[in-house]
């Protein structure tokens, strides 16, 4: 299986080949979000093809929101709610009625650079700006179930214990209480279990990723959650960082990469890489209470990977 694998990706990579049916059905009425991550460039790089292809997407397929998955505002984040990145990395680019849906967005380690509290701030200003706190909670109805999904958005910078001994991290890092954030975690998933259908994880940085040589922020984040998400049965971890498109699964635990709506960077096969792509791009996802599905879309509107994860 791994060989032919390896032929599909490489066949879709190399040839550019479009897939010709797409799985997700525009009709369905499942739960459809849509995952960008890494955009914030004041319309550089590949930022605005991304966004030009994202209204296309929610105008074809309306999903219920989006979810930034960090690393909102580059270089250094913003310094406050009045910041011009507001205006030229955001509201200027996602500009579109059709884009005025929620954004759940989190914290990745360039927006620590500035003033991470004005972008939860920034919810109380933005009719669609969604960061109640450094880490929350979201849930919604799952078709053909009685029961929720639950999304846990987290701040994964807390978890790096470098970032502590970071002169200009270091301030703004240690604000977070990491014990705090884990048993929150804890009780959010297991305090209803028997009410939740899917349990999905949002985090900036990755567990494990083929985009990089494997850095200390990788390396801890996978000795911080690991062994937790298996013990809370975590159904998918969804995260950015690597500018990248991936989907890996190892030991029971299936990663999402979204983090390539601007900037683009390399990325190789993995022994668990079920696929990847150094392209810009995004994801879109639909669950009900069988299964999600998740279709990765590039710049051109091309989807070039579909994915399905059952129950």
Do not use: C
């Not at 997700?24 to 460039?41: E, L, T």
């Amino acid at each position: 299986m791994r060989i032919i694998h390896s032929i599909f990706i490489l066949t879709f990579m190399v040839l550019g080949l479009e897939v010709q049916s797409q799985t997700i059905d525009p009709s369905d009425k499942a739960g459809k979000f849509i995952v960008i991550g890494d955009w914030g460039r004041n319309g550089d790089d590949h930022q605005l093809e991304v966004a030009d292809q994202l209204l296309h997407q929610v105008i074809k397929y309306k999903p219920g929101f989006i979810i930034s998955t960090g690393d909102n505002f580059y270089p250094n984040g913003v310094r406050s709610v009045h910041d011009p990145l507001w205006k030229y990395s955001f509201e200027d680019i996602y500009k579109s009625y059709h884009l005025q849906i929620d954004w759940y967005a989190i914290l990745g380690n360039h927006d620590y650079l500035g003033d991470p509290d004005a972008q939860v701030e920034y919810s109380k200003l933005s009719r669609r700006w969604n960061m109640p706190a450094r880490y929350f909670a979201k849930t919604i109805g799952v078709r053909g179930s009685e029961k929720k999904a639950i999304f846990l958005f987290i701040d994964t910078n807390s978890l790096i214990p470098q970032f502590y001994d970071n002169p200009t991290y270091g301030p703004n890092v240690a604000k977070t209480d990491t014990l705090a954030q884990k048993n929150w975690m804890k009780e959010m998933l297991t305090s209803k279990d028997e009410e939740i259908a899917w349990k999905i994880v949002v985090g900036h940085h990755p567990m494990y990723t083929g985009g990089r040589v494997e850095g200390y922020d990788t390396i801890a984040i996978r000795k911080s959650l690991e062994a937790y998400f298996k013990e809370l049965g975590v159904d998918l971890y969804i995260s950015g960082h690597d500018h990248s498109l991936q989907y890996l699964e190892k030991d029971g635990i299936r990663q999402i990469i979204s983090g390539s709506a601007s900037e683009v960077t390399p990325s190789k096969e993995l022994p668990y890489t079920k696929f990847t792509a150094s392209e810009a791009g995004f994801i879109l996802f639909a669950l009900d209470a069988k299964k999600i599905q998740f279709d990765i879309i590039n710049k051109q509107g091309r989807t070039i990977y579909q994915g399905e994860i059952e129950k």
